[in-house]
């Protein structure tokens, strides 16, 4: 008889599960992987199976149980019959838990080429005091060419900067070297003003060759379109700092005080967002990351500001508009 925590007679049946499930059209699981489907179907939103005990309201109990990690829990009502996962396994409970979307524990690549949404960017400063980094949050185009999409704050140093300043992936605060790595070139930003009621922390830069940039967000994919936000839907983002997180949106109409060097700034009607998971949705060097509905892939923000609880967005409209520009989708 085996003892209380000696669950090895569980192995079998654990890899027979996982054959099962794990194993079972990896070449959709892989064609799905560049964009963080949401499903309920077991071969894309089975991400892991283990041993241990069942977890009950939270506590964990004595019983032992294949654990299935799945991206999503749903209630039953909401699953197929043919894509609900079974209870036991040979006399064995299952056990179901939400984990959330998996990815490699490391920091943001840099230095890629072609570079890509959720790099590392910024500009060059004299002043090693004044070095900073910001996120490449989409590439936009008009009918001139094809632009590196981010803040003010993080290509034009808060109105402080001229038209042709040199953008570099990475940023040289992230070890970007200046006669090597130069992707873009700074050709408009909305100004910030303290005067006023602003709607957009914006700018962008003109790749130096069109093809030194994609549109594909790292651990995302490119994004399919645009929309407005809306309350409670689910969003995500690929930031310098804290790669990938998902969050909700709390409000879309939020007006905030936003403090910069040049002046504390007022915003009107921007996206509050929330993180869903432990960790935060954005920390510093995530500024000019591109929003998007996780379920669509529809891009509705652009990530300007936030604090240790909220993040805030512009309304990605309001940003194209201000540049006549368009997002790039492939």
Not at 156 to 167: S, Y
Not at 273 to 298: C, N, R, Y
């Amino acid at each position: 008889m085996p003892g209380r925590n000696d669950l090895s007679h569980l192995a079998e049946a654990k890899t027979a599960v996982s054959r099962r499930f794990l194993l079972a059209d990896a070449g959709v699981v892989r064609a799905l992987a560049v964009r963080r489907v949401v499903s309920t179907t077991p071969n894309i939103n089975l991400q892991g199976v283990g041993i241990g005990f069942k977890l009950v309201s939270g506590r964990t109990t004595s019983e032992p149980a294949l654990k299935f990690y799945v991206r999503r829990k749903r209630p039953k009502s909401e699953i197929g019959t043919d894509d609900l996962l079974p209870e036991q396994i040979d006399g064995i409970a299952t056990d179901v838990e939400e984990i959330g979307f998996l990815q490699p524990l490391a920091p943001p690549p840099t230095h890629r080429r072609p570079a890509q949404p959720g790099c590392s960017t910024g500009f060059a400063d004299p002043d090693p005091l004044n070095l900073l980094a910001g996120t490449f949050g989409a590439l936009v185009e008009d009918s001139l060419g094809r632009y590196v999409l981010s803040n003010n704050h993080v290509l034009a140093d808060q109105n402080r900067l001229p038209f042709g300043t040199a953008v570099f992936e990475p940023s040289p605060f992230d070890g970007g070297n200046t006669e090597r790595d130069k992707i873009a070139e700074l050709e408009g930003y909305v100004p910030l003003d303290a005067s006023q009621t602003n709607y957009v922390d914006g700018a962008i830069a003109r790749l130096v060759q069109p093809n030194l940039a994609i549109a594909d967000i790292l651990g995302i994919g490119p994004p399919v379109g645009v929309k407005s936000a809306a309350l409670n839907t689910i969003v995500e983002k690929y930031g310098r700092t804290t790669g990938y997180t998902r969050g909700y949106v709390e409000s879309i109409s939020t007006d905030l005080k936003v403090p910069y060097d040049i002046g504390t700034i007022l915003f009107h009607d921007q996206i509050a967002i929330k993180s869903i998971d432990a960790l935060s949705f954005s920390e510093q060097g995530d500024s000019g990351a591109l929003v998007l509905e996780q379920t669509t892939g529809m891009a509705v923000g652009l990530l300007f500001a936030g604090s240790p609880t909220v993040s805030f967005a512009n309304h990605i409209s309001d940003v194209l508009d201000s540049f006549g520009v368009n997002l790039v989708t492939s």
